[in-house]
């Protein structure tokens, strides 16, 4: 026991030992690690003020011939001692202060300053990059204005010439683009003076001034021309044959207030002349987007012009189909009344069937006044033909609907019609289908006859004259009438299923007792047997005795009951 008790503190100490060796390596491992960033931040702070950029303020030193770059000079050269005075003091400060807490192993906190030192660095590299960059502004300026110049002025004489070659079409504004070309060529010759000068401030201006008026004036050159024409030439040309078609349609009778054409008219030259007042200027912001917007809605006008003619010849059309289909429905509705009013004699009709064809006679009254109340507005002119033509197609939806109401009422009537004589027809062959069964059964002579036959012939009997009796009343039930069609019919067809049922099974019973009487001497029993099964017969059960019969010869002729048996299945199928 004492010796397990000094193996596990053994294992304690020995785990002990290892978590502090594994801790004193972790932190040895995270000094390593922070003590590399301090020296990295160390060199990143003296490389930020580096040989290209006291370079290039040399450059700068040497190119001061007037004030301007003298000036730039001094603020430059102050902005770079500054740097190096933060780099020196305060920055130096912050990288002591993190090394002194990696010393004190106060990682937490050295990891806080070190995120200070990093945004520092980066807002300083930063400073630098900038000053660095307005002093190549200055220094590389002359080979790269001269680059750009070049270009420039290869790309205006371009422009020049293709303005000189096609001046005609930039009348009336010619002028004031000879006056822009004018000044564009003054002020090449005020940058070549700037760069004599070594003014290389001024020249950057003037280069970037060059870059924005060439522009410009290629936008006039490319633009221009398509303006002038939508707004001299095209744009009037659409605008009159617009007025002209307006008044013309106005004249014919045509509704286009909606259309608010004088008004936009009015507005177009409005804007047309502001057009002409900014291209006079050279002023090209939005004017194309104008114009052609413009030129869509004289095309959308001319469009809704012709919709309203095709408007107004549908519209025509429909007014000629309205009154054929009214017409037709009257006529029907007339006839319809005379049909209803035998109807209303012969057949029982329902008060909902009544009050559907009040309805629709109310509902034609409606819409014929509706379509007169639209004929009407033609002749005061107050709404454009593609609203009237809207109304006289639902004129003519709710004519055909109530055409079509109308041809399902004639129809029904049509089916009472229908139904009648279908009954009459259906009475006719069931009373010769019952008669027939009659017939059979006296045909056949049985000595007595089931009372379930006399039975369903007396409710056979009863359903035709149930028949006649609906046939005679006037008017005539239909729906009753039907019922006692479908009644008076089962019950027939019930009644001649069980003569036939009763007569074969009363044949093959009798044939089957003259067939076992050549068995009658040989056996006492079966002589006693088949007599049962002759008194069985007289009695009228002739299920029974076709039964008895069979199961008796089955004793002496095995297998006879079911060759009989399926005689007996085949002539009762």
């Not at 303006?227 to 509704?255: C, F, H, W």
């Amino acid at each position: 026991m004492n010796d397990i008790i000094i193996d596990m503190v053994g294992y304690y100490i020995f785990a002990v030992l290892l978590i502090i060796a594994v801790l004193n390596i972790i932190q040895y491992a995270n000094k390593r690690k922070y003590k590399k960033e301090i020296e990295k931040f160390d060199v990143e702070k003296n490389q930020v003020i580096d040989a290209p950029i006291m370079r290039e303020l040399c450059k700068v030193e040497s190119l001061t011939t007037n004030d301007a770059i003298k000036e730039k000079h001094i603020l430059w050269k102050k902005e770079i001692e500054d740097i190096k005075k933060e780099l020196t003091s305060s920055m130096n400060d912050m990288i002591i202060e993190a090394d002194f807490l990696i010393q004190q192993k106060k990682f937490k906190d050295y990891i806080k300053k070190r995120t200070v030192i990093e945004i520092r660095l980066y807002e300083i590299k930063e400073q630098k990059t900038k000053i660095l960059a307005e002093m190549k502004e200055i220094t590389l300026s002359e080979e790269r204005n001269r680059e750009t110049t070049i270009d420039l002025k290869t790309k205006f004489r371009d422009i020049v010439h293709i303005f000189e070659s096609t001046k005609d079409d930039f009348i009336p504004i010619d002028k004031p683009l000879e006056l822009q070309i004018e000044n564009i060529e003054k002020l090449f010759q005020v940058f070549e003076k700037t760069m004599e000068a070594k003014d290389y401030i001024e020249s950057n201006k003037i280069v970037k001034v060059l870059e924005s008026l060439i522009k410009h004036l290629e936008t006039i050159i490319d633009e221009i021309p398509g303006a002038l024409v939508m707004a001299t030439k095209l744009i009037p040309k659409r605008i009159g044959e617009l007025k002209v078609d307006y008044k013309n349609m106005l004249s014919m009778g045509y509704q286009l207030d909606y259309l608010n054409v004088d008004y936009n008219i009015s507005e177009i030259e409005k804007k047309i002349s502001d057009i002409m007042s900014r291209i006079r200027v050279l002023n090209l912001e939005d004017v194309i987007l104008e114009l052609k917007t413009i030129l869509e809605y004289t095309d959308s006008t001319f469009n809704d012009f012709e919709k309203e003619k095709i408007a107004r010849k549908s519209f025509e059309d429909s007014i000629i189909m309205f009154k054929t289909k009214a017409e037709k429905v009257n006529n029907y509705m007339n006839k319809l009344y005379g049909k209803v009013v035998d109807t209303k004699y012969n057949y029982k009709l329902s008060e909902h069937q009544l009050e559907s064809l009040n309805l629709l006679s109310e509902n034609l009254v409606i819409l014929e006044d509706a379509f007169n109340k639209l004929c009407d507005t033609t002749k005061t002119a107050s709404f454009p033909y593609s609203r009237l033509k809207k109304e006289i197609e639902n004129l003519i939806i709710r004519l055909s609907d109530i055409e079509n109401e109308l041809d399902g009422y004639i129809e029904s009537i049509g089916n009472m019609q229908e139904d009648e004589r279908r009954a009459r027809e259906q009475l006719e062959d069931m009373s010769k289908l019952l008669n027939l069964s009659k017939i059979k059964i006296r045909e056949y002579k049985l000595p007595i006859i089931p009372e379930i036959y006399f039975i369903q012939l007396d409710e056979a009997t009863d359903a035709t004259r149930e028949i006649v009796k609906e046939l005679d009343r006037k008017p005539i039930n239909i729906e009753i009438l039907n019922t006692r069609v479908d009644t008076a019919r089962d019950l027939i067809f019930k009644l001649n299923n069980t003569s036939k049922e009763l007569i074969k099974t009363a044949t093959i019973s009798e044939n089957v007792i003259i067939y076992g009487n050549r068995y009658r001497v040989k056996k006492q029993y079966i002589d006693e047997t088949m007599n049962k099964a002759e008194i069985l017969f007289l009695k009228g059960e002739y299920k029974k005795s076709l039964e008895l019969a069979l199961n008796t010869i089955d004793m002496v002729e095995p297998g006879i009951y079911k060759k009989l048996l399926n005689l007996y299945e085949k002539n009762t199928e």
